[in-house]
């Protein structure tokens, strides 16, 4: 199993950026997928999720940020607007065998090895 994530960068308060995660030795479609971000000194903190059915979303990005999966590409997007200097973070995608959504990233199998997202006031 492999994730690689890319599609992180520098950018300015306000502006956008989309992260992809491509899943390769997976069968994509009965998995549960996240994104967690960890700045330095923190805490690997969940951002997002999706299944079957389902997303969810820590409350700092809510409105902001939507993940998406594309099962014809094996991939997981996370569409980010309005970034703020605040969410500048290594971001991670992860997956679990099981059709699950959560934030605790206890709860997944496989992770990616980052990407750098650095956003200027």
């Known amino acids: 199993v492999q994730l690689v994530e890319s599609g992180g960068g520098l950018v300015q308060e306000g502006g956008s950026l989309r992260l992809s995660c491509a899943v390769s030795g997976f069968q994509f479609d009965r998995v549960g997928a996240a994104w967690f971000r960890q700045a330095p000194g923190k805490e690997r903190e969940g951002v997002a999720c999706?299944?079957?059915?389902?997303?969810d979303y820590t409350d700092s990005v809510r409105g902001r940020f939507t993940i998406s999966s594309d099962s014809a590409k094996d991939t997981v997007y996370l569409q980010m607007n309005s970034l703020k200097p605040e969410d500048t973070a290594v971001y991670f995608c992860?997956?679990?065998?099981?059709?699950?959504?959560?934030?605790?990233?206890?709860?997944?199998?496989?992770w990616g090895q980052g990407t750098q997202v650095t956003v200027s006031s």
């Open positions: 992860a997956i679990t065998y099981t059709a699950y959504c959560g934030l605790g990233f206890w709860d997944y199998d496989y």
């Open positions: 999706i299944s079957i059915g389902q997303n």
